[in-house]
């Protein structure tokens, strides 16, 4: 007993000690497992803390280039911080109004011919008969009650351009007969009865004949600012005419292919706004052909009474797709691309005003161009006054991009289910590859 009391002290911290060694490995291994966690979070705290304050911030951008980040200089305070929030709302708001204003472009520019026959007039068939009957006196197709045939010279698209063709060869066969007669009455000189100058009457008679086709053709070319034939250059869409009301699909199509014929032909009109000498001096000499040989929408029968509703407008980034498009844009819920092809005469060192002025102020693109020289003496035999300046014939592979929050609330049921249908699909009945469709209505893959 002597020998433990002498040595308590000692004793008592070796089993302090044992005793401590035992806890941390048996009752108090939780306990130290949890702590070990708490100051591995505390130093994951300290270490992003540690990170915020060494991280490089950049002026806010809206470009996604990284060359544009200009580097903040300065640690942002509270005012710089409002004025941050204040810039991102007002580039928020500069963008709603700049959507809310390309919207109003296409509402201003392209109106329905008959606004009730879309998107649907349900068992009433007066406004598809109304329709009908408009969209053939705009191609000028409506019948004369004197002749009984369609008056094509009152095309629309005669109007808008300002344009028509040079005299036909019928034409200038009438002129010559009644200058003829004029001539003849004015030269002849009849001596009781008998004609006493008939070699001069033939000599003016052939003079004057002789100028009546050129002359008519320089009228022409002065009195119109492009030529152009509706029948020929424009074609309208199939199954509107004839004796019975079109179906709202099809005017549905109908619509949206005027639209983008009407806005081409404008946009036509405003490149030759400044000629003064008619088409002599105008920038397009004539419109050959505008032809939409593709098309965005295919319709989609029901397969159930349901009631199809349009994809809501996208939220974030449209991607570009330059593989099937030069331009990059494809088919998305804000827009759908409509392709066309134009062919068209212009003077050639103008060519690059031309395509300008096509595109200006309008959702009109081109994705391709060729050139070919003409020879101008050859048309002006046709009848074809282009001027003293080269020409070149140009076409041109083109696209319109037809906003969804505009066009959405003329679209038939039949359309707006068909927005959802994949190119090529498996499984779909009506077209190759299992898309369906429409006869003459293939649909362009990514467009």
């Known amino acids: 007993m002597d020998i433990v009391k002498k040595h308590i002290v000692p004793i008592i911290c070796a089993i302090i000690a044992i005793v401590c060694v035992v806890l941390i490995f048996v009752p108090l291994g939780g306990m130290y497992e949890d702590l070990t966690g708490q100051v591995a979070a505390s130093k994951a705290t300290g270490d992003g803390i540690e990170g915020v304050l060494k991280q490089q911030r950049n002026w806010p951008t809206l470009s ?29 708001t500069e963008t709603d109004n700049f959507r809310v204003s390309a919207v109003q472009l296409q509402q201003q520019a392209l109106i329905p011919l008959v606004p009730s026959a879309l998107p649907g007039a349900g068992t009433n068939s007066q406004p598809a008969y109304d329709f009908q009957d408009a969209y ?21 698209f005669n109007t808008i351009l300002k344009g028509g063709l040079p005299p036909t060869a019928v034409d200038v066969t009438n002129e010559q007969t009644r200058v003829a007669a004029d001539v003849t009455a004015n030269v002849q000189r009849i001596v009781q009865g008998a004609l006493m100058n008939p070699e ?19 009228q022409l070319a002065r009195k119109y600012v492009v030529y152009v034939d509706p029948q020929m ?58 032809t939409l040989p593709t098309q ?28 099937t498009n030069p331009l990059g844009h494809k088919n998305n819920d804000y827009f759908d691309v409509l392709r066309f092809d134009l062919e068209i005469v212009c003077e050639a060192q103008r060519m690059p005003d031309v395509m300008a002025g096509l595109s200006r102020g309008r959702y009109i693109m081109f994705r391709n161009a060729k050139m070919l020289s003409l ?23 083109g696209q319109y991009l037809m906003l969804r929050p505009f066009i959405g609330a003329f679209m038939p049921p039949d359309i707006i289910r068909g927005l959802n249908v994949l190119p090529g699909a498996a499984g779909q009945p009506g077209m190759p590859g299992g898309m369906p469709g429409m006869p003459g209505m293939p649909m362009e893959p990514g467009m």
């Open 64 to 92: 996604s280039k990284e060359e544009d980040r200009l580097p903040l200089r300065v640690f942002p305070t509270d005012a710089v911080i409002k004025r941050g929030e204040e810039m991102t709302l007002g580039w928020r």
């Open 136 to 156: 053939l006196d705009r191609f000028g197709l409506k019948t004369d009650p004197k002749t009984g045939l369609p008056d094509t010279a009152r095309s629309i």
């Open 200 to 218: 001069e009457v033939a000599t003016k008679v052939k003079e004057a004949t002789d100028r009546v086709a050129q002359n008519m053709r320089t």
């Open 233 to 290: 250059s424009l074609q309208p869409w199939p199954n509107i005419a004839g004796n019975s009301a079109p179906k709202v699909n099809d005017i549905f199509l109908a619509q949206v292919s005027l639209w983008v014929q009407e806005e081409v032909c404008r946009a036509i009109a405003e490149t030759n706004r400044g000629a003064k000498q008619g088409v002599v001096d105008a920038p397009i000499k004539r419109l050959v052909k505008l």
């Open 296 to 323: 965005r929408y295919t319709p989609v029968p029901a397969v159930a009474a349901d009631v199809p509703a349009l994809p809501p407008l996208p939220t974030a980034k449209v991607e570009a797709d330059y593989l």
């Open 375 to 397: 020879d101008s003496s050859a048309a002006q035999a046709q009848g074809f006054l282009y001027g003293n300046k080269p020409v070149i014939a140009l076409t041109l592979e």
